[in-house]
């Protein structure tokens, strides 16, 4: 099993910024990608960033430019720097996760999520 513990959400005025971080911990061999997805009220999930262990990055086109996606892999850590916030960012944010186990078996995993508001 593995655990996603997220955190850095909050209230943000328009234009602000925030970093979100999660740490990864529990039972796995590597970690194959790691990144961030998030839902609106009302919207279906979709996904912010993501970086795999190669380092090549996917983002979602209405972040780019002003999210940055980063991983410690000493630290089993991925962070998502986000600047320039708007109010359409307002979310809950889910970090994801998938990790190799053992006999090169994929689990994906997700944390329990974390609020983002941007709002005067």
């Known amino acids: 099993q593995v655990q996603l513990v997220e955190s850095g959400g909050g209230l943000v005025q328009p234009g602000g910024s925030l970093r979100l971080s999660c740490a990864a911990s529990?039972?796995?061999?590597?970690?194959?990608?790691m990144g961030w997805y998030r839902r609106a009220p009302g919207k279906e999930r979709e996904l912010v960033a993501v970086m795999a262990t190669a380092g090549s990055t996917t983002y979602a086109d209405s972040v780019k430019g002003r999210f940055t996606v980063s991983r410690d892999d000493a630290n089993d850590t991925v962070y998502l720097q986000m600047n320039s916030l708007k109010p359409e960012d307002t979310a809950t944010y889910y970090c994801?996760?998938?990790?190799?186990?053992?006999?090169?078996?994929?689990?994906?995993?997700w944390g329990q999520g974390t609020q983002v508001t941007v709002s005067s």
């Open positions: 994801n996760g998938l990790f190799r186990g053992r006999f090169h078996s994929y689990t994906e995993y």
């Open positions: 529990g039972s796995f061999v590597s970690i194959s990608s």
